[in-house]
């Protein structure tokens, strides 16, 4: 601020008015960066008086625009709207297109603020229509969309947004990637694929951490609370609820922070131009201390007054959050009621599931005793083999006490090898199983597939792999890759290897096309090697996972 002050007083004596004005404006935009908005206004509205003087449209197009954003800083979307719309009406008339199209971006994104969504259309359609450059034209798009989504236009809007989400520079269209978002998330959630809505605002979570963009951190906190609330998961919507709860009190307080540091910074701008003025001023110092004291005595009041406003507020927002805290503290009563009868009966259906499955793998090694024939005797045990696969999940799930949604992978499939080991104990081949598992935790969608799938590669590989041979390995490992985003499950031999093209489809036993299936219900790539024995590999999509390791 020294060297403008300087700069100031260089322009001001050799009446240089478009560079004291450029000045003036530097100063306004070093002030709006600091989050000091009045001292900003005070020095763009200095900067437009000196402007209109000489008549530079240009630059008073370019003024109205940064009181625009300003006010729109102070959410003050009204004088944002009529700042927008003056710096537009001169960009028209000097017909400087890059000028209307940003001033349209600034007006949709205003209305979209103030819930005028035909507005919002109207200037959206405008930015679509005259942007030439891509990423305004995307913002147009972006905008576009979201402005259908407030006029309840679901079907055009999605089209929009699922046409625009691939196009966009996550890095450098920030606006328009977190509009796509919470768009597509919006709309899944009226449309009641609230699955669908959760995968979005969980990805704009990630998103807006990465930037560190706290607000829409909290907003994609709100809309997952919503989301959970209307899937009925009390547990998770209380969370985000709470989260998004926690974020907001701190921007709160930042935001008081700044109104504090605000009114400082005034108080001492308005000090310091008055010290200025009893330096250049001719008065008499009994004249200039009668101002002086007036001065003071007004900005103390001003400054009382501010305080009282701010204290005021401050001591609404503690009664206000206390209430809430309360009223959260009894919902969280209830919530942890229901989890816990939930809980109750959700440990009795997989203590019931587990106990029929038991029956019915039971039944099935009782036939197989009674069935003389290779093929039913084998069809018989894959299928005690498949039963007991999930029979396993859920033993695993009622004895843990502590979740009855998700289950840790290395124990479940240490038991599962174990089961499959003993049930192959009458071959006179000496088969050795070894694995390499993650410490991973996997949710039930996942584990029952990902369990049979286990099941029919080791036994296949048991039944087929070792064909004349004495002694074989088997290697089963499940990984997440480096950079979190998959697990690779890897199931190998050193047998004799595949003679027959396995994803041909003549080839297709009962076992491969439940393999198929499964892979197609986990979004999995499948690919089989037969070097040095056989290798079936299953790229996984990284969902619902937690890493304990």
Not at 31 to 48: I, P, V
Not at 96 to 125: E, H, P, T, W
Not at 157 to 176: G, I, M
Not at 403 to 421: A, C, G, M, V, W
Request: charged content about 25%; some cysteine.
């Amino acid at each position: 601020m020294l060297y403008f002050d300087q700069a100031l007083l260089i322009a001001r004596n050799n009446q240089l008015h478009p560079t004291l004005a450029n000045i003036i404006t530097d100063i306004a935009n070093a002030w709006y960066a600091a989050g000091n908005y009045e001292l900003a206004l005070r020095h763009h509205f200095d900067a437009l008086r000196l402007r209109e003087e000489y008549k530079a449209r240009k630059e008073i197009a370019q003024t109205f625009n940064n009181i625009a954003l300003v006010y729109r800083s102070r959410r003050d979307y009204a004088n944002a709207v009529k700042y927008n719309r003056l710096s537009l009406q001169i960009k028209q008339e000097l017909d400087n297109k890059q000028g209307i199209v940003n001033s349209s971006i600034n007006l949709g994104s205003c209305y979209q603020f103030m819930g005028r969504y035909d507005s919002a259309l109207f200037y959206a359609q405008k930015v679509m229509t005259l942007a030439f450059v891509p990423q305004d034209k995307n913002e147009g798009k972006a905008n576009y969309a979201s402005a259908l989504t407030g006029l309840k236009r679901l079907k055009e809007a999605k089209e929009v947004f699922t046409s625009l989400l691939p196009d966009l520079d996550r890095e450098e269209e920030q606006s328009a990637y977190v509009s796509c978002l919470q768009g597509l998330g919006a709309i899944a959630l009226l449309q009641s694929e609230v699955d669908t809505a959760i995968a979005f605002f969980g990805k704009g979570v990630i998103y807006a951490r990465q930037y560190n963009d706290r607000e829409f951190v909290a907003s994609f906190y709100k809309q997952l609370a919503n989301a959970y609330s209307q899937k009925n998961d009390f547990s998770n919507a209380y969370r985000f609820n709470l989260a998004e709860q926690s974020l907001r009190d701190s921007l709160l307080n930042e935001e008081n922070l700044r109104q504090i540091n605000e009114m400082n910074a005034v108080y001492e701008k308005d000090r310091q131009e008055q010290q200025i003025g009893e330096l250049t001023s001719q008065v008499s110092v009994s004249e200039q201390k009668a101002i002086r004291n007036r001065q003071q005595r007004n900005l103390f009041l001003l400054a009382t007054v501010f305080l009282l406003a701010l204290a005021s507020v401050i001591l609404y927002a503690f009664y206000n959050n206390r209430r809430k805290n309360k009223l959260l503290s009894q919902q969280k009563k209830l919530i942890e009621q229901s989890l816990r009868d939930k809980e109750v009966l959700m440990r009795e259906i997989h203590h019931r599931v587990k106990n029929n499955l038991q029956v019915v793998t039971s039944l099935l090694n009782l036939q197989s005793h009674y069935i003389d024939d290779e093929k039913a005797y084998s069809a018989v045990q894959a299928g005690r083999n498949r039963v007991q696969s999930m029979a396993l999940i859920h033993q695993f799930l009622y004895r843990d006490a502590g979740n009855l949604t998700t289950l840790r992978i290395r124990d479940y499939i240490k038991e599962l090898l174990s089961y499959i080991e003993d049930s192959n104990h009458h071959s006179e081949m000496k088969v050795q199983i070894s694995q390499q598992v993650d410490d991973l935790e996997l949710d039930i969608d996942t584990v029952v597939p990902l369990g049979l799938i286990i099941n029919e590669l080791v036994s296949n590989a048991y039944k087929y792999a070792f064909n004349g041979k004495e002694s074989g390995t088997i290697m089963v490992s499940l990984t997440q890759t480096p950079d979190f985003s998959n697990i690779l499950l890897r199931v190998s031999d050193d047998g004799i290897g595949m003679k027959e093209d396995l994803t041909d489809k003549k080839n297709y036993s009962f076992g491969y096309r439940m393999i198929k299936a499964f892979v197609e219900k986990l979004e999995a790539k499948l690919s089989v090697e037969s070097v040095n024995g056989t290798t079936v590999s299953l790229l996984i999509p990284a969902i619902n996972i937690n890493n304990h390791e």
